[in-house]
């Protein structure tokens, strides 16, 4: 069986909520509530994808129940999850938080097996309803031999644990769809090849403010993009080989338009990535439902959400 046909085939993040914010006590009171699950169950999808930091786990004494209350108020509409390692000690995605030296670190290294052995024991109970993203985005093609080698060995150690949960395995390049045909995965059954996708990213990222590499005044329309009938197919080429060869799900665990880009023309973006995630049955989350400049379920979407939701 897939992890389409488990649940996960239509997603949303919530980013913000413990990852990527002040961790204060409001912003993990109140920045997602209950009433929140129901609505995302309401738009018709059926999983939530948790983004969680380490320091979350590793710093608070109530950071594995916040997630446990999470991941019970998603059950309880329906949803299913999948609990995201956003950030790890010595390593972040994001070049801004300072994190460094965890592909070469043994201590940074067991304590990243440490938090998914406890995540693990928590919830490797409920495999049909819970998904595990091991890490969430590898930047640095040169760090892909290190990656895998970690990888395997959190695999194993969460197997312990989670004997058939399914795993989210991405590689470098910001789990770049391109970059999964060089990544090498132990055998097992139960593990899928991840993507995130903001192709192309001068059109989904224009004029964001963090990066390094976008001319922030620039400004580009769908059209002007160049997104022609089967671009996503032939971005999707090479890992849609690899997951026919290796018998693997395939899920984007990311993807979306920030919002400089007007809703009625990110519109378009959506139409045109969904076509290929219906075509080749793609597993995703969409990034993401509140604020963290794409979110879809702030009032500047509300002239087209209800045709959006429809191509997620």
């Known amino acids: 069986m897939g992890i ?36 995302i ?26 997630v446990r209350r999470a991941v019970d108020a998603a059950r309880s509409c329906g949803l299913n999850v999948v609990i995201d390692l956003h950030k790890t000690a010595g390593y972040s995605f994001d070049e801004g938080e300072n994190e460094s030296g965890f592909f070469d670190n043994a201590a940074y290294q067991e304590r990243f097996y440490n938090l998914w052995e406890c995540l693990a024991k928590e919830f490797g109970d409920d495999p049909g309803h819970i998904m595990f993203d091991i890490l969430n985005e590898i930047t640095d093609k040169g760090v892909l031999t290190s990656w895998q080698r970690i990888a395997a060995e959190c695999v194993r150690r969460i197997r312990i644990h989670a004997p058939e949960t399914y795993i989210l395995v991405g590689s470098y390049n910001y789990n770049d769809v391109r970059a999964l045909s060089d990544l090498e995965l132990p055998d097992d059954e139960h593990l899928v090849l991840s993507f995130h996708c903001y192709e192309p990213h001068f059109y989904t990222h224009q004029g964001a403010y963090w990066s390094t590499d976008i001319d922030q005044d620039r400004r580009v329309t769908f059209e002007e993009a160049g997104l022609g009938e089967d671009y996503f197919d032939k971005l999707f080429e090479s890992a849609l080989a690899k997951s026919a060869r290796e018998s693997r799900s395939l899920y984007c665990g990311e993807f979306g338009v920030i919002d400089v880009v007007p809703p009625e023309d990110a519109l378009k973006w959506f139409k045109t990535i969904h076509k290929a995630f219906e075509k080749y049955n793609i597993a995703r989350a969409v990034w993401s439902y509140k604020e963290m400049d794409f979110g879809l379920v702030d009032a500047r979407m509300d002239g087209v959400r209800a045709e959006l939701l429809q191509y997620l």
């Open 4 to 39: 389409n046909e488990l649940g996960f085939n239509k997603g949303i993040n919530l980013g913000g909520w413990m990852s990527q914010c002040d961790y204060s006590e409001d912003r993990l009171d109140n920045f997602i509530k209950d009433s929140d699950f129901a609505v």
């Open 41 to 66: 169950k309401s738009w018709g999808l059926d999983h939530v994808r948790l983004p969680v930091d380490y320091n979350v786990l590793e710093e608070r004494e109530d950071g594995m129940s916040r």
